[in-house]
């Protein structure tokens, strides 16, 4: 079955430090790839997706690149800020359920940001 | 906003109680999604629903059950609740049909004493 790992956390950075927070996958044909993010007390956010191999997904200063030959997703940001601390969570759609499947989900990675 | 409406958003009931969350959209999509989120285990779906009537069970759909008796309303009952379905309740629905991207509810948080 389909698989989503991604490192838990928390992961403590200080402000303005560089941020990659790893995910790889396990999935049957071509998934589509998502990063959402979920600040406290709230529901959950998409914050960018990738739908096939080399595609670069990117928002508010986050990118993830879709690799396929590494079954990876890694999110990474240049200079993180304060308001950047909340719980990440990789996740897959593999299609096969013509989109009726919803998504496989990590376990989320509570990023927490220093001033 | 998916416009999405999760109630009651918050509730403390006794084990062995049954408790029914509700579900509502008004973007007229035919697929709706419960997932629970439990700390360690990030979000796992419970039961989801490809229209009016039509139901299928997820990952962890034991003691749980569904209704959809209009397109807008998704009901997800817990007949008899146990300390174990202490969790917060996320209702979702198809943002994109091709990709798979989910839109969320605020949630439901759901306490069983």
């Known amino acids: 079955g389909n698989s989503v790992t991604q490192m838990e956390g928390p992961v403590t950075l200080s402000e303005e430090a560089f941020l990659t927070i790893n995910c790889t996958y396990t999935?049957?044909?071509?998934?589509?790839l998502f990063w959402y993010v979920q600040y406290p007390g709230e529901g959950l956010q998409l914050l960018l997706k990738?739908?096939?191999?080399?595609d670069k997904g990117s928002n508010k200063g986050f990118e993830a690149t879709y690799r396929k030959e590494t079954t990876s997703f890694h999110l990474e940001k240049g200079s993180v800020q304060v308001s950047d601390s909340a719980v990440y969570f990789c996740?897959?759609?593999?299609?096969?359920?013509?989109?009726?499947?919803?998504?496989?989900f990590g376990k989320g990675t509570h990023l927490i940001i220093q001033p | 906003d998916a416009g999405i409406t999760q109630s009651p958003r918050h509730k403390v009931t006794e084990t062995g109680t049954p408790v029914t969350l509700r579900c509502h959209q008004t973007?007229?999509?035919?697929?709706m999604y419960w997932y629970r989120q439990d700390p360690g285990h990030g979000l796992r779906l419970i039961h989801y629903?490809?229209?009016?009537?039509?139901?299928d069970k997820g990952e962890v759909s034991d003691g749980y059950s569904v209704s959809r008796s209009k397109t807008e309303d998704f009901l997800l009952t817990l007949e008899s609740a146990t300390s174990s379905q202490t969790s917060v309740y996320f209702c979702?629905?198809?943002?994109?049909?091709?990709?798979?991207?989910?839109?969320f509810g605020e949630g439901s948080r759901l306490t069983v004493l």
């Open positions: 996740a897959l759609s593999d299609h096969s359920g013509g989109g009726a499947d919803g998504l496989t």
């Open positions: 999935a049957t044909g071509y998934p589509s």
């Open positions: 990738a739908t096939k191999a080399d």
């Open positions: 973007e007229n999509h035919r697929y």
């Open positions: 629903s490809y229209g009016v009537k039509d139901t």
């Open positions: 979702a629905i198809t943002g994109d049909r091709n990709t798979g991207e989910l839109f």
